[in-house]
């Protein structure tokens, strides 16, 4: 039976494609080199080990949506579910095969993971990807043949803030998407109409700098 492992080798920016995506290089090895592997329908689930990394002051200000005050990150810095992907591998002879693991990226601020990323100045984002799944494959003297993949297969791999921030930007130069309940746009939506506000910044603006003043006198 085909004894599988995987490492993650790196990860790149997909160009041009619907939504911002990266490409994790996925190294899949089997032991047992001599049964050839027909097919691997592989499950991921990429997890974001929070725990596995430093915070600067201005990091630990941006987290506390996510995990409150420092002071209690002792009992609310646990990992975060990133997303779940799957990959069809094509058959491969002997000890193993690369493969792309296209991992789609949402921009969206009232998703955890995207509120972490973006609260990252420098440095990594610790990674844990979890495996499961199919393989078919056809041992030395047999016909073809099916077994599970353990559920302890797994790969860390830390991706580099600044790939995640070059991906942004490349898709979103300049700007980022937030996400509003209908009766808010509804009202911000008027105001603009009614005042004959051109953009949406230029809205918000408007609305905002009392309370951004009293921000910074805080």
């Given at each position: 039976?085909?004894d599988l492992s995987f490492q993650i080798a790196g990860a790149s920016?997909?160009?041009?494609?619907?939504?911002?995506?990266?490409?994790?290089?996925?190294?899949?090895?089997?032991?047992?080199?001599?049964?050839?592997?027909?097919?691997?329908?592989?499950?991921?689930?990429?997890?974001?080990?929070?725990?596995?990394?430093?915070?600067?002051?201005?990091?630990?200000?941006?987290?506390?949506?996510?995990?409150?005050?420092?002071?209690?990150?002792?009992?609310?810095?646990?990992?975060?579910?990133?997303?779940?992907?799957?990959?069809?591998?094509?058959?491969?002879?002997?000890?193993?095969?690369?493969?792309?693991?296209?991992?789609?990226?949402?921009?969206?601020?009232?998703?955890?993971?995207?509120?972490?990323?973006?609260?990252?100045?420098?440095?990594?984002?610790?990674?844990?990807?979890?495996?499961?799944?199919?393989?078919?494959?056809?041992?030395?003297?047999?016909?073809?043949?099916?077994?599970?993949?353990?559920?302890?297969?797994?790969?860390?791999?830390?991706?580099?803030?600044?790939?995640?921030?070059?991906?942004?930007?490349?898709?979103?130069?300049?700007?980022?998407?937030?996400?509003?309940?209908?009766?808010?746009?509804?009202?911000?939506?008027?105001?603009?109409?009614?005042?004959?506000?051109?953009?949406?910044?230029?809205?918000?603006?408007?609305?905002?700098?009392?309370?951004?003043?009293?921000?910074?006198?805080?």
């Amino acid at each position: 039976m085909p004894d599988l492992s995987f490492q993650i080798a790196g990860a790149s920016v997909v160009p041009f494609a619907v939504a911002p995506t990266l490409a994790f290089k996925l190294q899949i090895s089997n032991a047992a080199a001599d049964e050839a592997i027909h097919t691997v329908a592989l499950r991921c689930q990429i997890q974001i080990d929070v725990a596995r990394r430093r915070y600067s002051p201005q990091e630990q200000e941006l987290m506390l949506d996510l995990f409150g005050v420092p002071e209690r990150w002792s009992q609310t810095l646990r990992s975060l579910l990133w997303t779940n992907v799957n990959l069809v591998i094509p058959g491969f002879p002997g000890a193993g095969t690369v493969a792309d693991l296209h991992v789609p990226c949402s921009f969206d601020f009232n998703v955890a993971a995207t509120k972490y990323f973006a609260g990252l100045t420098d440095g990594d984002i610790p990674l844990l990807f979890l495996f499961s799944g199919t393989v078919f494959y056809v041992p030395p003297d047999g016909a073809l043949q099916v077994a599970p993949i353990s559920w302890e297969c797994e790969a860390r791999f830390k991706l580099a803030v600044k790939v995640w921030r070059e991906m942004m930007d490349s898709y979103y130069p300049n700007s980022v998407w937030l996400n509003l309940r209908r009766d808010v746009f509804d009202r911000l939506y008027r105001y603009k109409i009614q005042q004959g506000i051109p953009t949406w910044e230029e809205a918000l603006e408007r609305v905002l700098p009392g309370e951004l003043e009293a921000m910074e006198r805080s």
